[in-house]
């Protein structure tokens, strides 16, 4: 819906603004997943460090 009521609603760009949307989203599901894989092995290494430490 238009911010004011003189614009016009466009609904091509809707569509391409909720294309790039949903691509955005993907992307970052991807990314917190890999965030998730690189904590995981930050985790086992510094738990190995300690191991090594003691």
Do not use: K, N, S, Y
Not at 14 to 23: D, K, M, R, S
Not at 28 to 33: A, F, M, S, T
């Amino acid at each position: 819906m238009p911010l004011h009521p003189d614009q016009r609603f466009d609904p091509a760009a809707c569509v391409v603004l909720a294309a790039e949307a949903t691509l955005l989203e993907a992307r970052l599901r991807i990314l917190q997943q890999a965030l998730g894989g690189v904590d995981a092995r930050i985790a086992a290494v510094t738990q190995e460090l300690r191991r090594l430490d003691r």
